[in-house]
C-alpha cells in the first residue's frame, strides 16, 4: 500500500496530526520521511479527503516546534552528544556530516537554519547542532519560524494548487495528475539537492579550517 493510501485511510483529523508529529520528530532530530509525509498529505488535500490550511498549518508548527527542542537537546548535549550519535547512527551522523554541517553554520550563520529547512541532511541537523554551537537563540528562533513556515506552507500551497489544476484539467486522467504532481516534488527535491551538492563540492576544501569554537553570528 503507498503512503497517500495508507493516509487516505485516516480520519482528516489525524492526518494534520500525523504530518505534525512526523515533521516535528524528523526536525528536532530523528531521520522520518517527513517531506514524503507532507507531500502526499498536499496531494490528499487536493483532493479534498483533508484542509490544505491545517495540513501547512500543522506541518508549520511541527517544524518550528521540533527544531526547538532540537537545539535545547543540543545545547543541554553540546558536542559530545554528537559524538555518541556519529558512533551510533554513522549515516545520518558521520564526521563528515557534522563537520559539514558546522562549516555552513560558521559560514553562513543563521541562514543556514533556514535554508537548512529545505535540504534533508541539515532539515535533521540544524536544531541539534544550532544549540550545540550556542547560535543566541533569539537569531535561531526567527531563521527557524520563517523557514518552518516557508518550507511547509509553500510545499503545502504548491502541491495543493499544481493537484487542483491537474483534476481540472485532467478529470479523466487523475492519474497523470498525481505522477506530475509527484514528478515536480521529486524534480524541485532534486533540484535543491544539486544545488547543495555543487555547495558542497566548493566549500569541500574549507572544512579543515573550520573554527570549533561557538557560533558568532
Avoid at 554528537?82 to 551510533?88: H, N, T, V
Avoid at 563537520?99 to 559560514?107: C, G, L, S, V
Wanted: contains cysteine; proline residues 5%.
Amino acid at each position: 500500500m503507498h503512503i497517500d493510501e495508507w493516509l487516505q485511510a485516516i480520519p482528516p483529523l489525524w492526518i494534520c496530526a500525523l504530518v505534525g508529529v512526523v515533521i516535528g520528530l524528523e526536525s528536532l532530530g530523528i531521520p522520518l520521511p517527513g517531506e514524503i509525509v507532507l507531500v502526499s498529505s498536499a496531494l490528499l488535500s487536493a483532493k479534498g479527503v483533508v484542509s490544505p490550511v491545517w495540513v501547512g498549518v500543522c506541518a508549520s508548527v511541527g517544524a518550528i516546534v521540533g527544531d526547538s527542542i532540537g537545539y535545547a537537546i543540543g545545547r543541554r548535549g553540546g558536542k559530545p552528544l554528537f559524538d555518541r550519535l556519529g558512533r551510533r547512527f554513522p549515516k545520518h551522523f558521520g564526521l563528515h556530516h557534522i563537520a559539514k554541517a558546522e562549516h555552513y553554520f560558521h559560514r553562513y550563520g543563521m541562514w543556514t537554519v533556514f535554508f537548512g529547512r529545505f535540504v534533508a541532511l541539515l532539515r535533521i541537523l540544524a536544531g541539534p547542532l544550532a544549540g550545540a554551537l550556542r547560535m543566541p537563540y533569539w537569531k535561531f528562533l526567527v531563521a527557524n519560524v520563517l523557514g518552518g513556515i516557508v518550507w511547509a506552507g509553500g510545499t503545502t500551497a504548491v502541491i495543493y494548487y499544481l493537484g487542483i489544476v491537474a483534476e481540472k484539467w485532467l478529470k479523466g486522467f487523475s492519474w497523470v495528475g498525481l505522477a506530475a504532481a509527484v514528478l515536480f516534488g521529486l524534480g524541485t527535491t532534486w533540484y535543491l539537492k544539486r544545488k547543495a551538492s555543487r555547495a558542497s563540492s566548493l566549500d569541500e576544501r574549507d572544512l579543515e579550517g573550520v573554527v570549533r569554537s561557538p557560533v558568532d553570528v
